[in-house]
C-alpha cells in the first residue's frame, strides 16, 4: 500500500470530532492492510514507530530536509525497512548514515508525507487514534466484540501485535495471549469518587477501603528465580530496584504477578515526597534510598491465573503469598469503619482511601467503576500545554501554566485552565530549562509545548466558562507535583474534569468548538 494512503487517513481521522468518524476512517483502511503492513501501520496510527526510538531528534531532521517529491511512490513496507534500518544503526559512522537515510526518505515523500514523517519521529503526532479508539477500529475490522480486542490487548501490552493478531487470525488469535509471567500487562486503574459515602453505597457495602499511597505503581513477576519489576507504563525497572526483587524472591511460590505501590520512607515511617520515590526510577543502580513495597492486588500465583476471579479471591491470595506486604485495607466495613480508614490513611500522611468492589475482576487499562478514589480535596492530572513568560519576581522564568485534559477520542488535549499557584522557585527554574525541551512553537508571551508533561493540579472545583474549548474553568487550581510517571495518554480527561461541576451541570457535553488556548 501507499504510504500517502496511511497519511490521507491520517488527516481524515484529525479532522473529525466524532469517535465513531473516527474509528469508521481507521476500520476502513485496517481492512484493506496487507498482514504485513498492519503492526507498522497500527503503530504509527496510534502515533509512534513500531521500533520505539530510533535515535532520530528535530536537530537530526532539520538537517536531513530536503525538497519534496511531487508524487506518492513511497510504500508502508518501504518507510519501515527505512525506521528498522535507523534503529539498528551505532557505533562509527551512523550518523552520516542516518543522515544519508533520512534525506532519502524524506526526499522521495511528499510534502504532505514528510510533514507525517517528521511529526511522527518527534512524538508529535496526534490526529486521534490513541489506544481507546484504534482499539475499536481492529474491533469493527476484524468483526469482533470490542471487549474480546481490549482483552487481548490488556495481556499483551502491544496494540499493533493485538491488531495483527485479530485480524489474521480472529478470535482464536486473540484468544492465545494469557497472562504471561514476565510481560507486563496493563493495570486497572481507580475513578474518581464524589464522596466515600457514595462510592461505599455504590457497591452496597460488599467493598475493600484501602489507604491510597502517594506513591509509584509497580508490578512486579516472577518465574522461579527470575524477578522482573514494570512500572504502570510498562517500562521495566528491575535494575533500580534491587530491594524489591531481593524482597520477592524470598516470597513463598514459584510464580507471582503482585500489583502494587513503591513509596520511600522517613525515619518516622512517613511517605518522603512522591520526586524522591520517582528520582530511583531512572536510576542505573540502587541508592541509599530504599524503597517499601505495598501490593494490593495479586494477579497470578503458582500456575493460577486470577484475572478473571473477584477482587476477593485475588485478595485471598495476596494474603497467603505476600500477607507482611499488603497495602492498608479493611474488607466489608461498615460506614464508621470506613471512615476511620480514611481519617487513618490521611494520618498516616497518605492520599485517601481507593474503594473497591469486591465481586469485580481485574479490568486491565480501563478507569472503570469498580475502583473509586477518594481525597479529601479535588486533584486532577493535567496536560502542559504552554507557560507564560512571568514578570515582577519571576521575570526571565516560565511561569503561568496552560494546562488541558485529555480528548477521550484521542484528539489533540482541551485546555481547561491556568494557574501560576504552587510553583515553588524550584520548580520555576526547572520550568524554564525543561520546557524549551518540548516547545512546538512559541510568541513573545507564551511558549507552547508538544503535549508530553503531565502535572498534578489540586483545586477547589469547576465551573462553566465559555473561556476554554471545554466549556469549564478550573477554580484556583494550583500545582502540587508534575507526574514523570504518568504519559499524557494517562492524563484525566475532559470528561472527568466535567464531573466535578456542581448539580445539574456536572453532566458531560461537547466541548466549545474553539481553537482557543490549543498549541
Not at 508502508?76 to 525506521?83: I, K, L, P, W
Not at 460488599?206 to 491510597?212: A, D, H, I, L, P
Not at 473561556?467 to 470528561?495: I, Q
Amino acid at each position: 500500500m501507499l504510504f500517502s494512503t496511511i497519511v490521507a487517513t491520517s488527516q481524515a481521522v484529525g479532522a473529525t470530532r466524532s469517535r465513531r468518524a473516527k474509528v469508521e476512517e481507521l476500520r476502513t483502511l485496517l481492512a484493506v492492510l496487507d498482514p504485513g503492513e498492519v503492526e507498522p501501520v497500527v503503530s504509527w496510527l496510534a502515533g509512534e514507530p513500531r521500533q520505539g526510538r530510533i535515535g532520530v531528534g528535530w536537530r537530526t531532521l532539520a538537517g536531513s530536509r530536503v525538497d519534496p517529491s511531487e508524487e506518492p511512490s513511497l510504500t508502508v513496507s518501504d518507510v519501515d525497512r527505512a525506521f528498522t534500518e535507523l534503529a539498528g544503526l551505532s557505533g562509527a559512522g551512523s550518523t552520516g548514515r542516518r543522515r544519508e537515510l533520512l534525506a532519502g526518505l524524506l526526499g522521495a515523500a511528499t510534502a504532505e508525507e514528510q510533514d507525517f514523517l517528521m511529526r511522527l519521529l518527534t512524538g508529535d503526532l496526534r490526529q486521534g487514534a490513541l489506544d481507546g479508539v484504534m482499539t475499536d477500529a481492529v474491533a469493527a475490522a476484524a468483526g469482533l466484540p470490542a471487549e474480546t480486542v481490549r482483552r487481548a490487548f490488556m495481556l499483551s501490552g502491544r496494540l499493533p501485535a493485538t491488531a495483527a493478531a485479530g485480524l489474521g487470525g480472529g478470535a482464536d488469535a486473540l484468544a492465545a495471549f494469557r497472562l504471561e509471567v514476565g510481560r507486563p500487562i496493563r493495570p486497572m486503574l481507580a475513578a474518581p469518587a464524589q464522596s466515600l459515602a457514595g462510592a461505599y453505597d455504590e457497591f452496597g457495602g460488599e467493598v475493600s477501603v484501602e489507604y491510597k499511597l502517594d506513591g509509584a505503581r509497580i508490578q512486579v513477576h516472577r518465574q522461579g528465580e527470575t524477578v522482573r519489576v514494570f512500572t504502570r507504563t510498562l517500562r521495566e525497572i528491575t535494575r533500580s530496584v534491587p530491594e524489591l526483587v531481593e524482597l520477592v524472591g524470598t516470597l513463598p511460590c514459584t510464580s507471582v504477578v503482585l500489583d502494587g505501590e513503591t513509596l520511600a520512607l522517613d525515619p518516622a515511617g512517613r511517605p518522603r515526597p512522591f520526586q524522591e520515590t520517582m528520582s530511583r526510577f531512572g536510576a542505573e543502580s540502587a541508592h541509599e534510598l530504599l524503597l517499601h513495597p505495598y501490593f494490593f492486588d495479586c494477579l497470578h500465583l503458582d500456575g493460577a491465573d486470577l484475572l478473571d476471579a473477584p477482587l476477593a479471591d485475588r485478595l485471598d491470595a495476596l494474603q497467603r503469598v505476600a500477607p507482611d506486604h499488603r497495602i492498608p485495607g479493611v474488607l466489608r466495613p461498615d460506614d464508621a469503619t470506613a471512615d476511620a480508614q480514611f481519617d487513618a490513611a490521611l494520618a498516616a500522611g497518605h492520599e485517601g482511601v481507593v474503594v473497591k468492589d469486591l465481586t469485580a475482576p481485574y479490568a486491565a487499562g480501563r478507569r472503570g467503576r469498580a475502583w473509586q478514589k477518594v481525597k479529601p480535596e479535588h486533584t486532577l492530572d493535567l496536560v502542559v500545554l504552554g507557560a507564560e513568560w512571568g514578570y515582577g519576581r519571576r521575570t526571565g522564568y516560565l511561569s503561568n501554566l496552560h494546562l488541558g485534559a485529555r480528548d477521550p477520542d484521542g484528539g489533540e488535549p482541551i485546555m481547561v485552565g491556568k494557574t501560576f499557584k504552587g510553583l515553588t522557585d524550584a520548580l520555576l527554574q526547572w520550568q524554564t530549562e525543561e520546557f524549551p525541551r518540548h516547545e512546538r512553537s512559541r510568541d513573545a508571551h507564551t511558549v507552547y509545548l508538544r503535549p508530553e508533561l503531565v502535572v498534578e493540579i489540586e483545586l477547589d472545583g469547576v465551573q462553566v466558562s465559555p473561556r476554554y474549548p471545554g466549556g469549564v474553568a478550573l477554580r484556583f487550581a494550583r500545582v502540587l507535583r508534575y507526574r514523570p510517571d504518568k504519559t499524557a495518554a494517562e492524563a484525566d480527561t475532559v470528561d472527568a474534569v466535567r464531573a466535578l461541576l456542581p448539580g445539574p451541570d456536572s453532566a458531560p457535553r461537547q466541548p466549545i468548538p474553539s481553537d482557543h488556548g490549543r498549541s
